[in-house]
């Protein structure tokens, strides 16, 4: 079983740039592919972005793709979503989740770990 914490989330204004953090413990965090979701009021929660066991392989959301990176660092057993040029639409609640293998890597249904998520709020 593993737990996932977030951190890292706040009140920015737009263009600004946030980094959030995503803390495993419970388990060998190298074996799992990790990927950011997000969700707005009244929304359903959508994929942003992914990073691979290795970190040789990422993947985002086109509404995100070229302002946000995520990456990992398997030694501290953490996941990172470095956000910039941030937009007020990027407000939401922001999960991080885990999962054994990159299939159908932006369909939150085959994630099998989740955190309980961070805010982030960008005004104008």
């Known amino acids: 079983q593993v737990q996932l914490v977030e951190s890292g989330g706040g009140l920015v204004e737009a263009g600004d740039s946030l980094r959030l953090s995503c803390a495993a413990s419970?388990?060998?965090?190298?074996?799992?592919?990790m990927g950011w979701f997000r969700q707005a009021p009244g929304k359903e929660r959508q994929f942003v972005g992914a990073?691979?066991?290795?970190?040789?392989?990422?993947y985002y959301a086109d509404s995100v793709k070229g302002r946000f990176t995520a990456s990992r660092d398997n030694a501290r057993s953490a996941g990172y979503l470095q956000m910039t040029s941030l937009k007020p639409e990027d407000t939401a609640i922001y999960y991080c989740a885990a999962k054994r293998y990159w299939g159908t890597i932006d369909s939150l249904v085959r994630y099998e770990f989740w955190g309980q998520g961070t805010q982030v709020t960008v005004s104008l």
């Open positions: 990073v691979s066991r290795d970190s040789d392989t990422t």
């Open positions: 419970g388990g060998t965090f190298s074996n799992y592919v």
